[in-house]
């Protein structure tokens, strides 16, 4: 088997364990939010928050909708600078010529 093929099976087999893993050991999964709450209760039973959301979603779908947007606003930051910074040295290298 070349090295490709190797590392093209080892990535589908990666891909499998992710997909098919969550289904075949539940972990009951709640997110970082309800981890912290869970933990700070049982640090400090009496701890009220010093402070409060200005808005929070009212609907799972607007949670969804709003955490989309930040992952698209971040794409496009990241394929903004990687574009840049590729401008640039193409641009270098056309002067030098």
């Not at 093209?8 to 098919?20: E, H, P, R, T």
């Not at 075949?24 to 209760?41: H, I, K, L, M, N």
């Not at 971040?74 to 270098?92: P, Q």
Request: proline share 5%.
């Amino acid at each position: 088997m070349t090295r490709g093929r190797l590392v093209v099976a080892a990535a589908a087999l990666a891909v499998v364990v992710v997909v098919v893993g969550p289904f075949v050991y539940p972990s009951g999964f709640g997110g970082a939010d309800v981890a912290a709450r869970e933990q700070t209760e049982s640090i400090a039973p009496g701890y009220e928050p010093w402070m409060a959301s200005l808005w929070a979603p009212s609907t799972v779908l607007g949670e969804t909708l709003l955490f989309g947007l930040q992952a698209a606003v971040g794409a496009g930051l990241v394929w903004y600078a990687v574009r840049r910074f590729d401008s640039s040295n193409d641009a270098a290298t056309d002067r030098s010529e």
